[in-house]
DNA sequence: CGGTAGATTGAGCCCAATCAATACCGGTGG
DNA sequence: CCACCGGTATTGATTGGGCTCAATCTACCG
């Protein structure tokens, strides 16, 4: 699994590396110290990072492409739980608790990641504060956004999460505005907890609210009518 | 709101809180110093710890009784996140984010709760290398049950999770064996994301299983066969 | 003995999963 | 440049799980 190929840090993967959510919050000296127990490589779609149950090893950052966290049933349907863009960290618990991992990870789209040896990292958070506090500050916010999803899927409709979703990517913007979907529609239904088809037809119900969909460019005409949606239906 | 009286410490509270998931990570030192900062309140039902936005002022351990944190659609209607019973941690990840609450937080039962001040903990934890790995601990524990149950709630049916839950809390125990409920069917029913009237219809169907509830007592014949249940059916 | 809150049961409905068929898109190779 | 192909997306028909509403039942307390 995960025949990868071991390469070099180039110029803008570092930029993405050093400004992600886990190393932005360091001082220069623990920055350092992080960047030199790095290894980065690339990765193909569908390769594995790893599986639930298995000894946990490294944790990852995001440099490009996604990666989508996973678990299975006994039957083995699986249900996303997380996707994870550029910037984004990787298992971070495993570092603090240097079990297993609790889910699989997989890559979607062709991908460069970071990789580090959770035991290094646990020894360096010890020492350093700064990068016990930047690892603390990534798992509230994971643990945040976990909690919010559960009871997104609790509360809302199919076509308000996707509505939901669509005003949280069309940063601010006038009332009309568009916006690239990163990453496969099939990956987002995932990501909302909805068979794509659901998806589908969620994007075809906010038709008739100023939605507009053609490949993965979502046009928004009425910022506040969506607005609404979350709220109504 | 939550008019609660003061109390002083008694020595079962004592040791549920020494016990806790977080102080009894904690060296002597650092224990000491968090007894020396912590409040100690009882609360009546439905009495509200904080809301969703207020800005954070504490985190809890809880004591005694059991306290729901639930998230508001526009709406109105509330959705269950998480319950947290005696030795369990309420709001942890505030302790490093220091903004505001993300969800509401309600006393479902007679309740004694330990309190602390997050900058005090936060400014402790810069200090005691201890108490900020207590705190990455408990943070990436809850961050696990959370994904879990995203996860659970979109893999399984209402007896699927209801048979997963006995399992979890008949603790081993033969193939004939029986556990009471810590608290109400409501707030169990919140905590698996159904409704009052799905739980109870998940019961009755787990019945052909071997369950058999009156009350609060839930009996099991055959723990095996529930095992099953969680795949097929 | 009423009273009240929780739990159960039934009927109807709605949302989203599933299955199946078709349309679309992006690449590849002629 | 176009024809083809495989994976992706859409659309339709059907099913089923769980929510809602409403009525009954139970248990606990005054």
Do not use: W
């Not at 016990?132 to 899927?153: K, V």
């Amino acid at each position: 699994m995960a025949v990868n190929r071991i390469l070099k840090l180039n110029s803008r993967d570092r930029e993405t590396l050093v400004n992600s959510t886990l190393l932005s919050q360091l001082s220069v000296g623990t920055l350092a110290q992080m960047l030199e127990i790095t290894a980065i490589a690339s990765y193909e779609p569908r390769d594995v990072l790893f599986r639930e149950g298995e000894p946990a090893e490294n944790f990852y950052c995001v440099l490009s492409g996604y990666v989508r966290l996973y678990k299975l049933s006994k039957e083995g349907r699986e249900a996303d739980i997380e996707v994870y863009g550029p910037g984004d960290i990787i298992g971070a618990s495993a570092v603090f608790t240097q079990d297993r991992y609790f889910a699989n990870a997989q890559v979607s789209e062709r991908a460069t990641l970071a990789r580090f040896d959770i035991h290094k990292v646990a020894d360096l958070a010890a020492e350093e504060a700064d990068l016990a506090s930047a690892l603390i500050g990534i798992l509230s916010q994971h643990l945040q956004t976990a909690l919010e999803c559960s009871a997104n899927d609790r509360l809302h409709t199919a076509p308000q999460r996707v509505a939901h979703y669509i005003l949280q990517n069309c940063d601010g913007g006038g009332s009309n505005t568009s916006f690239r979907l990163p990453y496969q529609k099939s990956l987002l239904a995932g990501k909302l907890g909805l068979a794509p088809e659901a998806l589908s037809r969620a994007f075809s119900m906010l038709r008739e609210f100023g939605v507009s969909v053609r490949g993965r460019i979502i046009q928004i005409e009425d910022v506040d009518a969506l607005r609404n949606v979350c709220a109504d239906r």
